[in-house]
């Protein structure tokens, strides 16, 4: 057990027992922030700071990186094994230092480590990745599952992107579909654009173990959850995959803002996400689903709403004032949108957005995605 209270640390280096399974759950208060959270069970700190929405630093989440390393100004911590991991010295010990993916409180805790609020707050880095998984969700849409090195974990903000990064060192942007917590391997929704290097190697040549260089996060799309503002969100296309990082992390953490998604796309077809979507909403009683599509066909039997997916949302919210307003699609869509929003009272400082770019050199009739932008072929 390694206790600190006022500089009085006390370090028992001959226990080897790991700590005991308990329903009892301890009070962790964040210095300087003074966010507080509960961790429960043989929770590690780390893991319960993500369960509340709290991003604390990190890499491995397996005690190696030093990546989450803080400080405990109050109360008792344990390790699984009994000791603190090999890369923290006695010194670090002695003034306090843990590695909060690893500790365990049994007590209550006052800590002092550096939070993510936002995107300034985590450095890119580039890593190998291996192919984890593939699923086709429709005619053009590939969920690729990638899975980093064993001693390695992707810190990152719901609603940010990484870089594929080709051999020749061109890149590919994909917004992360998956919400942070749920780290074990990241998710990319791949549109095919015929002609589109990296898309047309996903659809016709990739295969599952296939190896991949990555970097990131990067971008300035992501969730503010210091704004209580009821949210909007629209999406086109593959515009949705941010967006479920965002509704999935939400669910994470509880949330009680009323939300409502409109997704738009062109055939019934292209709605890939429908079913998982509308099954999210029947389960949370904050979250509403609008699904609309601009050109359905007659086979497609639609009785939902069609048109223009920002002109629906204007229609059931024409003061947006009052809002917090998330976006992210196709460029057209985004510039339609953001014309016709400032015209119904959007604050600009609560609206974020995310255009889906067609890369320079893939598509040279389209222009190279603006700095946040994600660009894809």
Not at 2 to 18: D, E, I, M, P, V
Not at 216 to 230: A, C, I, S, T, V
Not at 307 to 333: Q, T
Not at 348 to 364: G, I, K, M, V, Y
Request: charged letters at 25%; one cysteine or more; a negative charge.
């Amino acid at each position: 057990m390694f206790r600190h209270n006022g500089g009085n640390f006390l370090l028992r280096r001959k226990q080897t027992s790991a700590p005991r399974v308990t329903d009892m759950s301890y009070q962790v208060t964040i210095e300087p922030s003074g966010h507080r959270f509960t961790v429960g069970g043989d929770e590690s700190v780390l893991d319960a700071a993500l369960r509340h929405g709290l991003v604390i630093p990190y890499s491995c989440r397996n005690g190696t990186c030093l990546t989450c390393m803080g400080k405990v100004v109050e109360g008792e911590i344990g390790y699984p094994g009994g000791e603190p991991p090999d890369c923290l010295d006695e010194t670090a010990v002695a003034v306090g230092q843990a590695l909060f993916c690893q500790a365990r409180p049994t007590s209550d805790l006052v800590i002092e480590v550096r939070e993510v609020r936002d995107a300034g707050d985590l450095a890119p880095r580039r890593t190998r990745c291996r192919v984890a998984g593939m699923e086709r969700l429709s005619r053009d849409v590939m969920r690729l599952y990638l899975k980093l090195p064993d001693a390695e974990r992707l810190a990152f903000l719901p609603g940010q992107y990484i870089d594929i990064l080709l051999r020749d060192g061109r890149r590919r942007s994909f917004s992360l579909a998956n919400a942070p917590h749920d780290d074990e391997l990241l998710e990319l929704h791949v549109r095919h654009i015929e002609g589109g290097e990296f898309s047309e190697q996903v659809f016709f040549n990739m295969e599952e173990k296939a190896l991949l260089r990555m970097e990131g996060p990067y971008g300035q799309f992501y969730l503010r959850e210091d704004d209580d503002r009821p949210i909007l969100m629209m999406a086109g296309s593959t515009g949705i995959a941010p967006l479920k990082s965002i509704l999935d992390h939400l669910v994470h953490i509880g949330n009680r803002r009323a939300v409502h998604l409109y997704w738009g796309v062109r055939e019934r077809q292209d709605l890939y996400l429908d079913g998982e979507l509308r099954a999210l909403a029947e389960g949370c009683s904050w979250l509403t689903y609008t699904p609309c599509l601009s050109e359905p066909r007659a086979e497609d039997a639609w009785e939902g709403r069609i048109g223009l997916v920002h002109n629906m949302l204007l229609h059931d919210h024409p003061e947006l004032g009052s809002h917090a307003v998330y976006m992210s699609g196709p460029p057209a869509m985004i510039a339609a949108a953001q014309r016709d929003f400032h015209r119904h009272g959007v604050d600009p400082d609560h609206l974020h957005q995310d255009a889906f770019e067609f890369a320079a050199d893939s598509r040279p009739d389209l222009t190279a995605g603006t700095q946040g932008s994600t660009t894809t072929d």
